[in-house]
């Protein structure tokens, strides 16, 4: 028993210390971004939002800004399909090469950032298509469908098939199942993987940097702020971009808890 309480403890105590080592940086660049000094030195300068203004008052920041938000809207409605489809076919169907399907559709995120942005970089090359805002949204998509195929699966797993032989035998076609059975019941799951993609298309770095040409996007100014003089507005655009990652990851993690209430048959 004092064994398995000194192992809890230790675990608990791993934990924290995971989280901290984790949080500690990001918490560091949250501070100093309302501090008035120019350089992250200890004990800080007076509380200022002189950073927060000078980023907004920047027409780069919004220009990345509005390629950011448009990509990852335009990545999260597209990913989320083709993951619903694809997880649809996954729960539906039983077809001849089906693992081999299956591997395929859940490989990119497996694969290092910089391979696939290599990879992409060369293929939209290729046929003409790079260094432009759909190039983004592409490579993107790419990215982001497994993690939405792989959400929306694990809620449709929840689902009896008979419920759907049921609704064809009460004459309700395969179109009209989908619409009033399935969609209905995986819809936590899709707005959970509309969220989830966004977060991951809005801060993406390394596939964007490779295949955005002159288009930048929020972690491409990140970049170029670093690789110039010290800038204390790298702060304040990191905490944007960590707050507004976070906001969706948490309501992407909410809506995938959702269930559905059961109704009696007096409701």
Request: glycine letters at 4%; aromatic letters at 14%.
């Amino acid at each position: 028993m004092n064994g398995d309480r000194a192992i809890a403890l230790f675990l608990r105590i791993y934990v924290c210390v995971a989280f901290c080592f984790v949080f500690a940086p990001i918490i560091a660049s949250f501070i100093f971004s309302f501090n008035s000094d120019r350089f992250p030195t200890i004990p800080l300068g007076h509380f200022t939002f002189h950073w927060y203004e000078t980023i907004y008052n920047d027409p780069d920041t919004w220009d990345a800004l509005w390629l950011s938000v448009t990509s990852a809207v335009s990545v999260s409605l597209i990913a989320t399909f083709i993951g619903f489809c694809t997880a649809y076919t996954d729960y539906r169907y039983r077809f001849f090469g089906k693992t081999a399907y299956l591997a395929l559709a859940l490989l990119p995120p497996t694969i290092p950032l910089v391979i696939m942005g290599l990879a992409m970089l060369a293929w939209l090359s290729r046929i003409g298509m790079s260094g432009h805002l759909y190039s983004i949204i592409i490579a993107h998509v790419v990215l982001c469908t497994p993690f939405a195929m792989a959400i929306i699966r694990l809620r449709l797993a929840q689902l009896d098939p008979s419920v759907e032989a049921a609704a064809w035998n009460l004459g309700a076609s395969e179109w009209r199942t989908m619409r009033e059975v399935i969609i209905p019941f995986a819809t936590p799951a899709i707005l959970s993987a509309l969220c989830l993609t966004a977060a991951v298309s809005f801060d993406e770095f390394a596939v964007s940097w490779f295949v955005s040409g002159l288009n930048k996007t929020i972690p491409v100014i990140i970049l170029e702020v670093l690789q110039g003089q010290v800038d204390p507005k790298i702060n304040a655009i990191g905490t944007f971009v960590f707050i507004t990652s976070m906001t969706l990851v948490v309501i992407a993690q909410i809506l995938l808890m959702t269930r559905q209430v059961k109704r009696t048959p007096n409701d």
